[in-house]
């Protein structure tokens, strides 16, 4: 016999809302199963994550509102944008060279069958401005500045500093989140734009010392394939890239649980969500400049 | 007088922990009420309400008459202008200096910008918690008594008109202890700031305050001036005091 009813239980996680719990009992031994279906275990994680989504937006309007808001801090803008900026340039420069320099590698042996290798600078430049070079340094600044920004405003939040913050009359969200996201904004395009050229230069690096092909002729024919438009699409992607992380980021930093342990799990999971938003976002964002920009 | 500050049948719980039930107290301008309890009673959560970074479950809190409760953020920051809070773990932010910190509420709050009135209001305010040369020092640096003192000063840098200190002297050797109870009888007597203080070091507390409020359970259950509350027959109430004045006395 299976009945169902609806009870309240106040525990955290998904639990928290009124939910239906089918009570299954074996009218032989008299055994009683409580648990909910699996149904409706799928339904509150939907409302679960409903409800995230909907503070999430919420924070964007307020990012949004207070972006606009006075004062300007200035300071705090370009302290961010040397720790994402400037600090960067060393990682951002090895990673997008040793990508460049393997992508001309693997291109080469791949071309060369068909006496094509020449044409692995457009490859090359082609794919890296358009693709490479967003995601991959977005993915490093995930890694290098994304997770700080979570553990950061997650401890914080936890030593009660954004409480002591708010009642100084500042808004955690206007002091730190906004100069984070329009650092971001402005880095993570100029960052790509290093990793452009890097990337650029480490592919013809091995075409012309490596393999000797003929570098008035690479370069040639990587400028003609090579428009602007390419260029401009992987920096528009980056930008929104870095809203993304940094508006994520800050978003579980500021959210995190209480403890050492609450810290650590908000940077984990604004590393995961961010990592796997952007590859979203990037797809979508590809297939809209494939129709329109190319 | 009337009430600078008064909580109506304050109510907040955490899941299944009612923690206050139903506070009902009036907070008289300029004078010094203290707020004592046992630990875990509700006295941080009691200020979070005040201050309005917490929201309670039900019930008002009335600053002037103007409830905080209701109010939109703006209105809100507004009137936090006027407190200032002095946190139980100071709540230093850790990315800045000492004095940094302790301009943080000058420049935020008062909109000073001149640096050279900024640099004497910090040393001033590390003069009253008698670390003068701390200034350049990170928090990270300090012991927990030295942040603390430091938490005490960002909160009197702006003068506000109402002062919390949640424990000020606790974790605090006794004579620094009586220099900050010191402190705060003279921002009341000299700046006539309303200083209301949550704290367990009782003899003090019945020393230096006009009103005092013993909170148990979530509830008040004896509060008045000093020399009323002294002869309160609560148990709990007893207890405290007992303890208190004997230990005292060895
Ligand atoms: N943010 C929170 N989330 C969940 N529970 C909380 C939170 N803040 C406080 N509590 C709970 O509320 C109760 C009262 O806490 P509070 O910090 O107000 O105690 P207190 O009276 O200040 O004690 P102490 O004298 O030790 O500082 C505690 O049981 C605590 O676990
Ligand atoms: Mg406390």
Redesign the pocket.
């Known amino acids: 016999m299976i009945c169902c009813r609806i009870v309240n239980r106040g525990q955290r996680h998904v639990w928290n809302h009124a939910q239906i719990v089918v009570i299954l009992w074996n009218d032989k031994t008299g055994v009683r199963l409580i648990k909910p279906s699996k149904s409706v275990v799928a339904r509150n994680f939907a409302i679960e994550k409903l409800e995230q989504t909907g503070r999430f937006v919420l924070f964007l309007g307020q990012v949004v509102r207070y972006t606009f808001k006075r004062p300007v801090r200035v300071r705090l803008y370009l302290e961010q944008m040397e720790k994402i900026g400037v600090d960067s340039v060393p990682i951002i420069t090895l990673s997008s060279l040793a990508i460049g320099m393997i992508f001309a590698l693997q291109m080469i042996s791949f071309l060369q069958p068909f006496r094509a290798e020449i044409a692995t600078g457009s490859a090359v430049a082609l794919s890296m401005s358009r693709e490479f070079a967003p995601v991959v340094t977005t993915l490093m600044l995930i890694a290098k500045n994304g997770s700080a920004m979570a553990a950061e405003l997650g401890t914080m939040k936890v030593t009660e500093q954004l409480d002591a913050m708010e009642t100084m009359s500042v808004e955690p969200i206007h002091y730190l989140v906004v100069p984070r996201v329009i650092a971001s904004l402005v880095m993570f395009p100029m960052l790509t734009l290093l990793a452009n050229v890097v990337g650029v230069l480490g592919a013809f690096l091995i075409a012309t010392g490596a393999y000797e092909l003929e570098a008035a002729t690479y370069l040639a024919q990587m400028f003609r394939d090579l428009q602007p438009t390419d260029v401009y699409s992987g920096l528009i992607k980056a930008a929104v890239m870095g809203v993304i992380v940094s508006t994520i980021c800050t978003y579980h930093g500021l959210h995190s649980l209480?403890g050492a342990r609450g810290v650590g799990e908000s940077s984990t999971h604004a590393v995961v969500a961010s990592s796997v938003s952007i590859l979203i976002a990037d797809y979508l964002m590809a297939t809209v400049m494939m129709a329109v920009m190319y | 007088m009337s009430a600078i500050i008064r909580l109506e049948q304050l109510s907040k719980s955490?899941?299944s922990?009612d923690?206050l039930r139903g506070i009902s107290l009036d907070f008289e301008s300029k004078e010094i009420t203290s707020i004592i309890?046992?630990?875990?009673?509700?006295?941080?959560?009691?200020?979070?309400c005040m201050i309005g970074i917490?929201a309670p479950d039900e019930g008002r809190v009335f600053y002037k008459g103007k409830d905080l409760v209701e109010m939109s953020e703006e209105e809100k920051e507004l009137v936090q202008r006027n407190f200032g809070y002095a946190f139980?773990d100071a709540a230093l932010f850790d990315s800045m200096s000492v004095a940094e910190n302790i301009a943080f509420p000058l420049r935020e709050v008062l909109g000073i910008r001149n640096r050279r009135e900024i640099r004497q209001r910090v040393r001033e305010m590390l003069e009253w918690i008698e670390l003068p040369d701390i200034g350049d020092k990170n928090p990270s640096e300090l012991s927990g008594g030295m942040r603390k003192r430091v938490g005490v000063a960002r909160a009197l840098a702006i003068k506000p008109e109402i002062l919390l200190f949640?424990?000020p002297t606790s974790g605090l050797d006794p004579v620094l202890g009586q220099t900050i109870n010191d402190l705060v009888v003279r921002v009341n007597r000299e700046l006539e700031l309303t200083c209301i203080l949550?704290t367990?070091d009782i003899p003090a507390a019945f020393r230096i305050s006009d009103k005092v409020a013993f909170?148990h359970q979530g509830e008040v259950i004896a509060q008045g001036p000093p020399r009323e509350v002294i002869r309160s027959e609560h148990d709990m109430v007893r207890q405290f005091v007992e303890n208190s004045f004997s230990s005292q006395e060895v």
């Not at chain 2, 006295?43 to 979070?48: C, I, P």
């Open positions: 209480s | 955490f899941d922990l923690v309890g046992q630990s875990g009673t509700g006295k941080s959560v009691l200020f979070k917490m139980q949640d424990e949550i367990h909170l």
